[in-house]
């Protein structure tokens, strides 16, 4: 799914309106009109007290068409309009006019902190204050306001999104947003709604889709990609009936240390369960048995040195090679893995202590083969960019980062990010539960695999991380969130290709 910015939202809009010969009033009684269908159909009538905040703006024009709406239909609602400016929006005043035609009595306005109402926790609040037009931090009471509906224990529904939540920037640690339980979006999801420094304020998001110009939004470009199960998809490559294991390629995966082995076994399991034809690992004499043991599918080579990396050599044509975890960042092994990287020309997946040793050892970053994978979580990614200011600055970093080295990077979290260049691919699955150990040596494992099936780096990125991710919602069904461990994900990834043919 594409994610849209604030001008072509807007364009979206224009065209939209030009093509299907349509107002923009009418426009926007369409989409509220099925923000109120879907209250509705959750609320199915129940009396409790409804009380929408609506700005001056026409994301207040929403929060009028909703409020007149569920009045038509009996509910208990009470409309307060944020009267923050003079400047109206003719949408606004239009709409304003038609709660007086339902009710016979103007909406109730609010000037300053002295006309705020009480909120009890039994309400249902819908903010409609500012839309994704925002630009500058609300001002002084308006911002009393959003504090007050925040320290209540309300329900609070956004309309668009989140008041105060600027789509292109991060709010100042003093500058005031509603946390929403839920947030209902028009068209497409804001990039905004899935950054780790504001993704809190969304809450649980719901996309409608309000009929936007088809053509104008199959034909736009956009640089940020939300991968559902509609894209993962269009990534998946069949197998053909007449074939064998080396069809599908052969995996290495490096790593290991003494009472580290259990990563290897982790990664090679993922490896082969999302569905490399072969599986060798490379680790230290003291995981021969555990490996040979654990998992029989693949074949170990051994270091020389029984307890850590210190010369990596092999006799074997791997056609993807992963490197790091539990390596550990010795100054042997840090030497090992140099000297691996200038003798490796294709793409590899790098990992844990392999991203370590990178960011302890800039000087190997020149020697990383094109299309690699880096897959660091945000403490590593930190060690190899440097700090950064916000969500947006790191981005910007990450961006720079993959275009200097030609790589691709994996920048994991609730909703991880595959970077490439201006490119940004935002996974939609996962949850709570695959915050446990070894969830990262599984996920590096899955993208070594599918490089390995001659997926191209970056499809293997976005494709592996959404499987990994629906592994583990998967998974979370069966164990909970608490009750799931990463060798569960690492042995269930075929549940998560059985899911893409699904309805």
């Known amino acids: 799914m594409k994610i849209f910015d604030v001008k072509q939202l807007a364009e979206a809009d224009k065209v939209t309106i030009e093509k299907q010969n349509i107002s923009s009033l009418e426009l926007m009684e369409r989409a509220a009109g099925l923000v109120y269908e879907d209250i509705h159909s959750k609320l199915q009538g129940a009396q409790i007290p409804i009380k929408i905040f609506c700005g001056i703006g026409n994301n207040g024009g929403d929060g009028l068409v909703v409020g007149r709406l569920l009045l038509e239909q009996g509910y208990q609602v009470t409309i307060y309009v944020v009267n923050y400016s003079d400047n109206r929006s003719e949408n606004f005043l239009d709409n304003y006019d038609k709660i007086k035609d ?41 911002g009393k306001l959003v504090e007050l509906i925040n ?46 420094q504001t993704s809190d304020y969304v809450g649980d998001l719901q996309v409608l889709d309000i009929g936007l110009d088809r053509e104008y939004l199959m034909k736009t470009p956009t640089n940020i990609q939300l991968i559902n199960k509609e894209e993962a998809k269009a990534m998946y490559l069949p197998r053909k009936n007449n074939t064998h294991k080396g069809n599908y390629g052969h995996s290495l995966i490096i790593g290991g240390s003494y009472g580290k082995i259990g990563s290897i076994v982790l990664a090679s399991t993922s490896a082969l369960r999302s569905g490399a034809g072969l599986v060798s690992v490379f680790v230290p004499k003291c995981g021969y ?49 140099g000297e691996l990287l200038k003798s490796t020309k294709s793409p590899m997946v790098i990992d844990a202590d392999g991203l ?30 440097g700090k950064w200011k916000d969500d947006f600055d790191k981005l910007k970093k990450a961006k720079k980062f993959t275009e200097d080295y030609k790589v691709i990077l994996v920048i994991k979290g609730a909703h991880t990010m595959t970077i490439s260049g201006d490119n940004i691919y935002v996974n939609n699955t996962g949850n709570p539960g695959m915050a446990t150990a070894g969830s990262g040596d599984v996920l590096s494992g899955v993208i070594t695999g599918l490089i390995s099936q001659n997926y191209d780096p970056l499809t293997a990125a976005v494709f592996g991380v959404y499987l990994h991710g629906k592994t583990g919602d998967i998974i979370s069904e069966k164990k909970s969130y608490q009750g799931m461990i990463s060798g569960d994900i690492a042995n269930n990834i075929g549940e998560a290709y059985l899911d893409l043919f699904k309805n």
């Open 102 to 142: 339902v009710t016979n009595t103007w909406p109730t306005l609010l000037k300053g902190e002295k006309d705020f109402p009480e909120i009890s926790d039994n309400d249902f609040v819908i903010d409609a204050i500012f839309g994704i037009g925002l630009n500058r931090p609300l001002e002084n009471w308006v």
């Open 151 to 196: 320290s209540a224990s309300a329900f609070v529904l956004s309309i668009d999104m989140p008041s105060g939540l600027f789509s292109d920037k991060i709010p100042g640690k003093d500058d005031k947003v509603i946390k929403a339980n839920v947030t209902i979006s028009f068209q497409a999801p804001k990039f905004v709604f899935f950054l780790p």
């Open 289 to 337: 048995q555990i490996m040979q043991t654990s998992i029989p599918e693949a074949m170990v080579v051994t270091d020389k040195d029984e307890l850590e990396l210190t010369n990596i050599n092999f006799d074997l044509k791997p056609d993807v090679i992963c490197f790091g975890m539990g390596a550990g960042t010795s100054v042997t092994t840090a030497k090992t893995f």
């Open 356 to 385: 370590n040793i990178l960011s302890k050892n800039k000087e190997f970053l020149n020697s990383l083969p094109e299309n690699s994978v880096l897959t660091p979580h945000p403490k590593e990614l930190e060690r190899l960019l």
